[in-house]
């Protein structure tokens, strides 16, 4: 069964510039979730869909972080513009019971 | 809201035990635990649902006193693979959507 699956690997940007990641989930996997993870840190969940709808974006950044999740599969991620302190590891997952199954991630560096 | 790991790092040698706290100030669901090996994604290992639930993953165990709001992670004759950054994730009681709010992990090192 292939995993999760996330591009690019890595990513080094300006800031203030536009960045964007993209995700795909296990198939048939109904609930996708984006993660932040800063280096020393635990993930923190930055959106959650179930299908193509929102169910939890309390801690997204929405004046420079959007998500979507086309036909309830895969997701992308933007930021615009991208500040210094979002440099970090975007973690994507998705889970068909309890269990979270995670990408390997894309690494931002902000310089 | 972020459920509190203890201890941060643990060194040991292989085959000794160590114990992992997580403790949150909110009522709480479920505990989750998962391991995240050094430029890795982090791995599932165990969900503790009930009060006093033990679940066990190989030679690592845990508990969960619903009580307490408080899980335990057991590791049991360590072996060098169980190197890595061990995560707790709590979801509250009265979370209206399945999300799981992690803790600042504890780094368990295993020497030969």
């Known amino acids: 069964e292939a995993g999760v699956a996330q591009s690019p690997r890595y990513k080094i940007i300006e800031k203030r510039q536009s960045v964007a990641f993209w995700c795909n989930p296990i198939s048939g996997h109904a609930t996708l979730y984006w993660y932040q993870q800063i280096l020393g840190q635990g993930p923190k969940l930055l959106i959650q869909?179930?299908?193509?709808?929102?169910?939890?974006d309390s801690q997204l950044p929405k004046d420079r972080f959007s998500a979507e999740r086309l036909k309830g599969v895969d997701s992308t991620l933007k930021i615009q513009p991208a500040k210094l302190e979002d440099s970090a590891v975007y973690l994507c997952a998705s889970s068909f019971g309890y269990e979270q199954f995670f990408g390997p991630g894309t690494r931002l560096t902000v310089l | 809201q972020q459920p509190v790991q203890s201890p941060q790092a643990v060194i040991l040698r292989e085959g000794e035990d160590a114990v992992i706290n997580c403790s949150s100030s909110?009522?709480?669901?479920?505990v989750h635990w998962y391991r995240q090996k050094h430029g890795e994604a982090p791995v599932f290992l165990m969900i503790?649902?009930?009060?006093?639930e033990q679940k066990g993953h190989e030679k690592i165990s845990a508990s969960f006193n619903e009580k307490k709001q408080q899980s335990s992670l057991y590791l049991t004759a360590s072996q060098l693979s169980y190197s890595g950054t061990y995560f707790c994730?709590?979801?509250?009681?009265?979370?209206?959507?399945?999300?799981?709010?992690f803790g600042s992990g504890t780094r368990l090192s295993i020497r030969p």
């Open positions: 503790l649902l009930k009060g006093g």
């Open positions: 994730g709590t979801e509250g009681r009265y979370s209206s959507a399945s999300k799981i709010i």
């Open positions: 869909f179930q299908n193509n709808g929102v169910v939890d």
């Open positions: 909110k009522a709480l669901y479920s």
